[in-house]
């Protein structure tokens, strides 16, 4: 092969890298703008890869931490929807759709971001398009949206409150959900931002996010992301904590209608409340009957009229059991939920600082205890509070490890006597021009009387004296991977918490967020893992 050929093949593969790495950052930037759009990027960057790892015989496929659940829920995803009894073509596609952008996502995010300046590539793109987010949240707002939002409010309930902003997720509840990631995301950077604009400008985001997380009058959301900041404000800086409380009493007392409707999610006040127990209950009867292999992923509204015990207008479509947990057992059976949850949580772990090693091992143990056991459900039981029992131990330690600063030695021949120095060569190295001289005065030391030069010294400009606006974008690699890394961790979190009422990863655009930072969190570790040369 001549020099001009490889030279060729060498530029073919740095710009299938480059198109690879774009197409990232366009589903970025466009998963919460147009879903369709971001889709077709997927489509592409997975293309651009595979030709990238064709060509170059030096690319070798990497293994992410969490490959064998991904894996078992994929297929296990795959199967329930032959086995299941609303078989249908629509299912077949829905699964190949969504569940193939999901994995496509995982898969080029988790094979190609492999620096740090490329994380910072992908933040950026997410940042920018929270911004867009935001602000088209605002506007709807103040210039109010279209009649058919009040679909998303209970005027019985609340006959105060007249809309609901959904910004370009169509939905109040996934919007909020939405703006908890990019909260946590934000503020995971600002607990490893050095420089005060930087602190300044995450602090202003984190407001005009909470801000818009109010107009969508998500209770679930707003208690999610409630719960973040007084664990994190507990337990590493009060600041943070007495910022959110100000935020939410500024909030409540510029609108009466948010503070009741906040405090109406501890009721059962309105008819969501009620419409949720009942599905739940059906959920629970559907799990019941189809333990193993579920509903089929996507089948949940074909299945749920035959087991619609408080809904009773068939006119009603519910898609989903408004609750991650109930909704995946339901579908894909428990099996493939326990698999998908290996990975959620298995995620939430390494972000939040626990080894790869240390959240299989912990997993696998665990699922033994449960398959082996004769009584299941009291083994489950155990193995949520266990989970949760760590968890809380994990996140004590994450929060609560102060560095010990190490003193240098000094050795005793480094040091300079002051009988040693010479004044008179520095003083006429340093102080010889005139502009330096304040003043030229007569001092007594000894009864004899000498000139003294009274010497301008150069004043040290104050340490983040002023705004560094120019240098925004600057922060230290590690400082900024730890930052992203916790920041997915309490994304991670927020989800979990939302879950509990919602089933935000019903939506294309949340599941497609979620798992991209899930394999950027995987990719983040190996990243740092790489550069210290032990894997952790």
Same mark, same amino acid.
Request: neutral net charge; glycine residues 6%.
């Given at each position: 092969m001549d020099r001009v050929s490889v030279f060729a093949r060498r530029r073919r593969i740095k710009n299938? %890298?480059?198109?690879?790495?774009?197409?990232?950052?366009?589903?970025?930037?466009f998963l919460a703008l147009s879903p369709a759009v971001?889709?077709?990027?997927?489509?592409?960057?997975? *293309?651009?890869?595979?030709?990238?790892?064709?060509?170059?015989?030096?690319?070798? *496929?990497?293994?992410?931490?969490?490959?064998?659940?991904?894996?078992?829920?994929?297929?296990?995803?795959?199967?329930?929807?032959? /086995? =299941?009894?609303?078989?249908?073509?629509?299912?077949?596609?829905?699964? @190949?759709? /969504?569940?193939?952008?999901?994995?496509?996502?995982?898969?080029i995010v988790g094979q190609t971001i492999r620096t740090p300046e490329q994380v910072k590539h992908v933040a950026q793109a997410l940042g920018a398009s929270a911004v867009l987010v935001v602000l088209w949240g605002f506007f709807q707002f103040v210039f109010g949206v279209d009649a058919a939002d009040v679909?998303?409010?209970?005027?019985?309930?609340?006959?105060?409150?007249?809309?609901?902003?959904?910004?370009?997720?169509?939905?109040?509840?996934?919007?909020?959900?939405?703006?908890?990631?990019?909260?946590?995301?934000? !503020?995971? !950077?600002?607990?490893?931002? %050095?420089?005060?604009? +930087?602190?300044?400008?995450?602090?202003?985001?984190?407001? !005009?996010?909470?801000? @818009?997380?109010?107009?969508?009058?998500?209770?679930?959301?707003?208690?999610?992301?409630?719960?973040?900041f007084a664990v994190y404000g507990v337990l590493k800086d009060w600041r943070i904590l007495i910022l959110f409380a100000a935020v939410t009493g500024l909030i409540a007392y510029s609108d009466s209608s948010f503070l009741n409707r906040i405090l109406s999610a501890f009721n059962m006040g309105d008819s969501s409340e009620g419409v949720r127990i009942g599905i739940w209950v059906s959920t629970t009867a559907m799990?019941?009957?189809?333990?193993?292999?579920?509903?089929?992923?996507?089948?949940? +509204?074909?299945?749920?009229? +035959?087991?619609n015990y408080y809904v009773a207008d068939p006119n009603i479509i519910i898609y989903h059991a408004h609750n991650i947990y109930l909704n995946y057992a339901a579908e894909i059976g428990i099996v493939g939920a326990l698999a998908f949850f290996w990975y959620f949580f298995g995620t939430m772990f390494i972000s939040f600082g626990v080894s790869e090693r240390g959240a299989q091992k912990w997993f696998s143990e665990h699922m033994e205890k449960i398959f082996s056991s004769s009584d299941f459900l009291q083994e489950l039981v155990a193995l949520i509070n266990e989970k949760l029992a760590d968890f809380s131990e994990r996140f004590l330690d994450l929060f609560g490890r102060k560095k010990t600063p190490t003193l240098k030695k000094v050795r005793r021949s480094d040091v300079i006597h002051h009988e040693d120095m010479n004044f008179s060569e520095h003083t006429t190295k340093k102080f010889s021009d005139e502009e330096q001289v304040a003043s030229v005065e007569k001092i007594s030391v000894g009864g004899e009387n000498i000139s003294a030069k009274i010497v301008k010294l150069p004043v040290e400009p104050e340490e983040n004296s002023s705004v560094e606006?120019?240098?925004?974008?600057?922060?230290?690699?590690?400082?900024?991977?730890?930052?992203?890394?916790?920041?997915?961790?309490?994304?991670f979190l927020s989800m979990?918490?939302?879950? /509990?009422?919602?089933?935000?990863?019903?939506?294309?655009?949340?599941?497609?967020?979620?798992?991209?930072?899930?394999? !950027? =969190?995987?990719?983040?570790?190996?990243?740092?893992?790489?550069?210290?040369?032990v894997r952790s």
């Open positions: 299938l %890298e480059t198109w690879t790495l774009y197409a990232i950052l366009t589903e970025a930037f971001a889709s077709t990027a997927v489509v592409f960057g997975v *293309i651009t890869w595979f030709l990238r790892s064709r060509i170059d015989s030096h690319y070798k *496929i990497r293994s992410l931490p969490f490959d064998v659940p991904v894996t078992i829920f994929l297929l296990i995803g795959g199967i329930s929807v032959f /086995l =299941s009894s609303a078989r249908s073509f629509n299912l077949i596609y829905n699964y @190949c759709s /969504l569940v193939g952008i999901y994995a496509l996502t995982y898969l679909k998303w409010t209970d005027p019985d309930a609340f006959p105060e409150l007249k809309k609901r902003i959904f910004s370009t997720l169509e939905n109040p509840n996934v919007l909020a959900g939405y703006l908890d990631v990019m909260i946590c995301l934000a !503020l995971g !950077l600002l607990t490893k931002a %050095e420089r005060r604009a +930087q602190k300044i400008i995450l602090i202003v985001a984190i407001i !005009l996010l909470a801000a @818009c997380l109010a107009m969508t009058y998500s209770r679930g959301a707003f208690i999610a992301i409630a719960v973040v799990i019941s009957d189809h333990p193993f292999a579920g509903i089929g992923w996507g089948a949940y +509204q074909y299945v749920y009229p +035959q087991y606006w120019g240098e925004v974008t600057k922060i230290d690699d590690k400082k900024f991977l730890e930052g992203m890394r916790l920041g997915i961790g309490l994304a979990a918490l939302n879950g /509990l009422t919602d089933d935000l990863l019903f939506n294309i655009p949340s599941s497609m967020l979620m798992w991209m930072l899930g394999a !950027l =969190s995987a990719a983040i570790n190996l990243v740092r893992s790489e550069e210290l040369g």
